[in-house]
């Protein structure tokens, strides 16, 4: 299983853009890089998921560098209701879904008025 | 469009009763999971299952049993309640073909006295 590592936590103004990077050294040729956000008292959503590059949908884009040891979530001009957990998950859910794709602790992003 | 279910939200257990946490999905999903939290322990996987009648254990399966009698019903059961138990009880589910997300319910929130 890839191990990822991110930040505890975050703040960041409303209005800012917010960028949360997520360390994955050990990934694997098959894994793909996912994002998931998860509001107090609720599930979590998925968000964005990629394999290389760059992926942008209406939510957010997720920058992956070549090497795909990295990679960042970029959140373009956050609002309040932005604040939630940010979970970054490394894994071949494609070929058997997410029972081999760790959920780490996350990162708890705080938009400050 | 109900997604994935689950019942009941919340339940207050004593030490040593018997429960069942249902989780229902109306998406035709393979794939169902059993998710716990704690606070600072992200989520982990109690039990899955890959189809109809199946199952498997996951991270954290002991004083656990599941079932999955019906393609959209996974049951997860507690034959004896200890306070470890406390915590809240997250159930997803994917698509085998289109395995990009996996779909979370609200949570049913355990206490364990």
């Known amino acids: 299983l890839a191990k990822t590592t991110q930040p505890i936590s975050m703040d960041s103004y409303e209005g800012q853009e917010v960028n949360i990077t997520c360390s994955h050294n050990n990934i694997a040729t098959n894994d793909y890089i996912t994002w998931y956000q998860q509001f107090p008292s609720q599930g979590p959503r998925f968000i964005i998921q990629g394999y290389k590059t760059k992926v942008t949908n209406e939510v957010a884009s997720l920058f992956i560098p070549a090497d795909r040891k990295s990679s960042t979530l970029s959140l373009p001009r956050v609002s309040l209701s932005d604040t939630a957990v940010y979970y970054c998950l490394v894994g071949d859910m494609w070929s058997g879904g997410y029972q081999k794709v760790t959920f780490g602790t996350g990162t708890k992003l705080q938009v400050i008025p | 469009n109900a997604g994935v279910t689950q019942t009941p939200k919340f339940r207050v257990l004593k030490t040593g009763q018997s429960m069942t946490l249902l989780c229902a999905q109306d998406m035709n999903h393979e794939y169902m999971y059993w998710y716990r939290q704690d606070p600072g322990m992200g989520l982990r996987l109690i039990h899955y299952?890959?189809?109809?009648?199946?199952?498997a254990k996951g991270e954290v399966p002991d004083g656990y049993n599941v079932s999955r009698l019906k393609k959209q019903n996974f049951l997860l059961g507690l034959e004896s309640a200890a306070p470890s138990q406390t915590s809240v009880y997250f159930c997803?589910?994917?698509?085998?073909?289109?395995?990009?997300?996996?779909?979370f319910g609200q949570g049913t929130r355990l206490t364990v006295v």
């Open positions: 997803a589910s994917s698509s085998r073909e289109f395995n990009t997300e996996a779909f």
């Open positions: 299952s890959v189809g109809e009648g199946t199952t």
